[in-house]
């Protein structure tokens, strides 16, 4: 959790950066490519699409998405996600008083 936490304050206070998204993107579109490579996650994915959207978008439409989200507009959405005044934990089990303490102050962002 510790680890996790660091990560949040690290995007909250630096943002991501150009190379993150662009390395982000890249794989992104690699995975789709690799996916179009394989007919059952290829019609998986055709099935999805025409049920959430109406319709099927190409390869080419798709790859058009991934590359039209620009670093402003992810920073944005990132602070929106993390940037909340308090994160909040919910966890089952027991809990030493110890172990409360630790996650306490792991999660004081």
Not at 24 to 29: L, S, V
Not at 44 to 59: D, V
Request: aromatic share 8%.
């Amino acid at each position: 959790m510790e680890i996790i936490s660091d990560e949040i304050k690290s995007v909250l206070d630096h943002g991501i950066s150009e190379k993150e998204l662009l390395d982000a993107q890249t794989n992104h579109e690699g995975t789709l490519s690799i996916s179009y490579e394989q007919t059952e996650s290829r019609m998986n994915t055709i099935a999805l699409m025409e049920l959430y959207y109406g319709r099927n978008f190409s390869y080419e439409e798709r790859v058009k998405e991934i590359y039209s989200i620009t670093l402003e507009d992810l920073n944005m959405f990132a602070k929106s996600v993390f940037g909340i005044p308090k994160l909040h934990l919910s966890a089952l089990g027991n809990l030493s008083l110890k172990e409360e303490k630790a996650v306490q102050r792991i999660f004081s962002i």
